[in-house]
């Protein structure tokens, strides 16, 4: 079901809302792009509504998988892949490595995302982000933090169930990526095309490296 059907047509999500969140001045109703969308009249900035962005690292060492163990509710004691929410002001990709650093003292960067889950909740939606990662510190470092993470470790990934409850996406991704499969890669800032005057800066995935070929062939100038 399109769980957006479910909403009355003039009653946007998040309809509790009543001052611009970029210059304090009052939201209005108004048609924009097909629905009555929260607006302000004063700087033109439209709702569309919240958002969260998950984090999660698959990283394999010597044919094991880094995975660790939920310190806190929700899903206390449950293992899981080594994850978090990005901050306001931080990339997705800057989350997952600090995330990683924080719950197992690993340093690792991301080189692809895996898979992308969108999950629509009552009161926002929330995009899950799956990233492939390497190591770019010794494996040695790896001690969990004892808050976030109970334990943290290299596990046999055809033996997750002898750790206990594990999280059903992170199981269903170590099951069937490993982070040298590729997916979306990402694009050096030189190769970006220019970015947006307002964002401070731009991180940019995309599915492969265009091929010369392909440049040549589309080339009018
Ligand atoms: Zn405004």
């Known amino acids: 079901m399109n769980p957006l059907s479910c909403l009355p047509p003039d009653q946007p999500a998040n309809a509790e809302e009543r001052f611009c969140s970029r ?18 009249s004063r700087c033109g900035h439209i709702v569309f509504g919240r958002f969260s962005v998950g984090v ?13 163990q939920r310190g806190h509710d929700p899903g206390k004691g449950r293992w899981t892949l080594p994850g978090g929410f990005a901050e306001e002001d931080e990339s997705p990709e800057a989350a997952i490595t600090r995330e990683v650093r924080e719950e197992t003292g690993l340093e690792a960067e991301p080189c692809c995302i895996l ?17 492939g ?7 040695a470092a790896l001690k969990p933090d004892g808050h976030e993470t109970t334990q943290a470790l290299f596990a046999d990934p055809h033996r997750l169930d002898q750790l206990g409850a594990f999280g059903m996406i992170s199981k269903w991704i170590i099951h069937r990526f490993s982070p040298e499969d590729g997916g979306l890669a990402l694009v050096p800032p030189a190769d970006q095309p220019v970015t947006v005057p307002s964002h401070r800066w731009t991180t940019l995935f995309a599915a492969h490296q265009p091929h010369p070929k392909t440049l040549q062939g589309t080339h009018h100038g």
């Open 23 to 40: 210059c304090g001045s009052g939201l209005t109703l108004r048609a924009e792009g097909g629905r009555n969308r929260l607006a302000c």
């Open 56 to 68: 999660g690292g698959l990283l394999t060492h010597e044919g094991r998988v880094l995975v660790v």
């Open 115 to 131: 898979a992308i889950r969108h999950a629509q909740g009552d009161h926002d939606q929330n995009l899950y982000m799956v990233f």
């Open 133 to 139: 990662l390497r190591l770019t510190g010794p494996a």
